[in-house]
């Protein structure tokens, strides 16, 4: 394809003969003879002219299918150079604005006059990749700050949170990658171990062992790194910690000496990942295959809380990873005591307003609650999910919505974190209560209550408008 720019700007034309050069067969037109041939003897092509006459492109032969870009460093007169682009023949224009003020006002006004002509800023241009380059040496840095601050020590401990999940578990893979740490020199461990029968299939197939910890274990290491999961949830247990890494809402009152909490990210693998290339190492297949899962299921494949920065770190992982075994993990997800309490929650549900709530009494394990939560969610018509269970004396309660409406961890704080604990993401939220408190505080106590009880604090929540918003109506009345 062929290019014809006309730039009075020696780097500007420097830069662009580099850029274009490959792809097309770019002329330069400038005014000044001693710059024209500067640059034909540094082998650019370029012609002397005046860009305000229409011969000077009728000469440079340009045709419908020219692509002419044409800077505006808001001092020439632009409009008579388009107008003789236009005279010549040329449609496809761009104007690229090169002076740092004023380029939202100057594309706004040729948008007028020339609605055909696309307005180019180089701070949009060159913006994107420059930031993400800044963005790489600050995570750089960080890094290799804690793999030094790391590396002497004998015994290194990765603590993970209670029943790993595969962000969990990814996420202590790819950090005794960066600490560059065998099994035997850094420990991937929780208190309490794997249950989940599709983590437990992680587990097997990905061949990740975690230890099981206990206070006293956990006081024989040199160095502690927590990832997807902050000291607060091990409540006083761990009174030091030297790097903490995560993506649930940054908590107050704890100190570490190297910490990276992002909130805004789909998955702790996610922050990892940028760790991973920003030091250049080296990503094995299995932690790859496990990373890749991790940001699938916590994200539920992008239909909650991904971001840019998932989807980039999503696309860098998916060829250096194992396809089928990641199929072969998902697999594992419906079992048939799963499938059990599906039907028992939808009996025992019931939908109004497109909030799905239900109560499924006694359980054996904890992660059927949250199961049931996801598996609501996928129905037509739901956009709130509210399922509680009821473990050992203790209640589970989950609460998933959509993402695009109210917070759901705000939901479980403002009901239950007076009486047990409570917390989550925008999209997704947990509480665990005495099944007994959450009896007595609201007074209930057929399971057939307990379910209509869920529905009122929904509807409670969401028709209770919040102050800022309040705020915001009376101002537009
Ligand atoms: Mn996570």
């Known amino acids: 394809m062929r290019c014809l720019a006309v730039c009075q700007d020696e780097l500007v034309i420097r830069a662009l003969d580099e850029i274009l050069l490959p792809g097309f067969e770019i002329g330069f037109i400038v005014e000044a003879r001693p710059l024209a041939r500067r640059l034909h003897e540094a082998g650019t092509n370029v012609s002397v002219g005046d860009p305000r006459r229409t011969d000077t492109f009728l000469k440079a032969d340009i045709t419908p299918s020219t692509c002419v870009i044409i800077e505006d460093n808001a001092r020439r007169s ?51 990749p420059l930031m993400t380059e800044f963005a790489r040496s600050m995570t750089r840095a960080r890094v290799l700050q804690y793999q030094r601050y790391f590396a002497d020590a004998d015994r290194v401990l990765i603590m993970l949170h209670n029943d790993p999940d595969p962000d969990a578990l990814a996420s202590g893979l790819a950090l005794r990658n960066i600490l ?16 989940r029968p599709e983590n437990l299939r992680m587990v097997n197939l990905l061949d990740i062992h975690v230890e099981t910890m206990t206070p006293e274990t956990i006081r024989e290491f040199d160095r502690i790194a927590m990832v997807d999961v902050q000291p607060h949830y091990f409540t006083g247990m761990i009174d030091r910690v030297d790097l903490v890494i995560d993506h649930h809402p940054e908590q107050p009152g704890y100190t570490a000496v190297f910490k990276d909490v ?51 770190a999503f696309s860098y992982l998916y060829p250096l990873a194992d396809a089928t075994l990641i199929r072969k993990m998902e697999g594992a997800e419906i079992t048939t005591d799963r499938l059990d309490y599906v039907l028992k929650a939808h009996t025992n549900g019931r939908m109004v307003d497109q909030v799905f709530a239900t109560f499924i009494g006694a359980i054996p394990r904890e992660d059927f609650v949250p199961y049931i939560a996801d598996f609501f969610l996928q129905l037509e018509d739901v956009k709130w999910t509210v399922v509680a269970g009821v473990v050992n004396n203790t209640m589970i309660v989950s609460v998933r919505n959509l993402g695009y409406t109210r917070n759901a961890g705000e939901f479980v704080r403002r009901f239950f974190s007076d009486i047990g604990s409570a ?6 939220a947990k509480a665990v209560v005495p099944f007994s408190a959450f009896r007595e505080k609201f007074n209930v106590l057929e399971q057939d209550n307990i379910r209509e009880q869920l529905h009122t604090l929904v509807e409670k929540f969401l028709h209770d408008v919040p102050a800022a918003e309040r705020r915001k109506e009376t101002v537009r009345t």
Do not use: W
């Open 78 to 128: 632009l409009k008579k150079i388009l107008e003789a682009v236009r005279d010549a023949g040329g449609t496809l224009v761009y104007v690229l604005g090169v002076s740092a003020e004023e380029t939202q006002r100057r594309s706004e006004e040729l948008h007028d006059e020339f609605p055909e002509v696309a307005y180019l800023s180089m701070a949009e241009l060159f913006g994107g």
């Open 180 to 195: 560059r740490r065998t099994k035997t020199t850094a420990i991937i461990g929780a208190i309490q171990n794997v249950t």
């Open 262 to 312: 992002r909130a805004d990210y789909g998955s702790t693998c996610t922050i990892l990942t940028e760790h991973l290339r920003a030091v250049d190492i080296d990503i094995s297949e299995r932690t790859a295959t496990a990373m890749l899962y991790a940001i699938k299921s916590d994200t539920l494949f992008f239909n909650r809380q991904a971001n840019r920065v998932d989807i980039e």
């Open 423 to 428: 917390g989550g993401h925008r999209a997704m």
